[in-house]
């Protein structure tokens, strides 16, 4: 069964405190990987699409990487306005759909 | 990418009542999602809404209770029928593949509707 696990649930960081987000997967084609940022009451937000292993997104304090079973959002002295609920997402091969994972709950500190 | 709209934004309704939501895109798009999300859960699939035919459904929900309409390429509605407590959710819908540029796979999001039901 295809599935998508995240890792940590929730993080608390104080600002200028770097660290990883991990996102798992096992399914049996990737098409395509998906990061989105979420804050309360609102839809995600699209980050990054990562196709094939060793490939690398930057956009600001976020980088996101992707092997042949994982994919990390590294946070380069992230700020308060950072804090958000941080999804992955997994798209199979041959399908359009979309595998969420359950997300990870990051909270910056100043 | 794609600016969405979703009406309404929020709405309290009672047991056995029924609710429709708009999805409105300013573009045409060839794909429209479906979602639910329950308090501190992620996004489950409910359907894929086919222009000018029914909408694919996944498993554990049925047309009956989520009928779904898509006229043309750019408008959808979601209705939860004869809502219960359980169907308090955010529903939110999202669209891929803008037509005339770019991936057919990148999902984008409306802002939600958040239902409480009582």
């Known amino acids: 069964e295809d599935q998508v696990t995240q890792s940590p649930e929730a993080l608390r960081l104080q600002e200028g405190e770097s660290s990883s987000l991990n996102c798992s997967y096992t399914?049996?084609?990737?098409?395509?990987l998906f990061w989105y940022r979420q804050d309360p009451g609102k839809g995600p937000e699209f980050l990054f699409t990562?196709?094939?292993a060793g490939e690398e997104k930057e956009k600001e304090r976020l980088k996101a990487t992707l092997t042949k079973k994982e994919s990390f959002l590294h946070i380069t002295a992230p700020k308060p306005e950072d804090s958000a609920t941080y999804l992955c997402?997994?798209?199979?091969?041959?399908?359009?759909?979309?595998?969420f994972g359950t997300g990870t709950r990051l909270k910056v500190l100043a | 990418s794609a600016v969405i709209s979703q009406k309404p934004s929020r709405d309290i309704c009672q047991r056995g009542t029924s609710l429709t939501i708009q999805c409105q895109v300013d573009?045409?798009?060839?794909?429209m999602f479906w979602y639910r999300q329950q308090p501190g859960q992620s996004l489950t699939l409910i359907a894929t809404?086919?222009?000018?035919?029914?909408?694919?459904?996944e498993s554990g929900f049925v047309i009956d209770k989520f009928p779904i309409s898509r006229p043309n390429l750019t408008f959808s509605t979601l209705t939860v029928s004869n809502m219960s407590p359980e169907d308090s959710s955010i529903y939110l819908c999202?669209?891929?593949?803008?037509?005339?540029?770019?991936?057919?796979?990148?999902?984008?999001f409306g802002p939600g509707t958040r239902l409480t039901v009582l």
């Open positions: 999202s669209v891929a593949h803008t037509l005339g540029q770019g991936s057919t796979d990148t999902q984008y």
């Open positions: 399914v049996s084609g990737l098409r395509g």
């Open positions: 990562l196709y094939s």
């Open positions: 997402a997994v798209q199979t091969s041959g399908t359009y759909k979309y595998i």
């Open positions: 573009s045409q798009v060839t794909m």
């Open positions: 809404a086919n222009q000018g035919s029914e909408a694919t459904y």
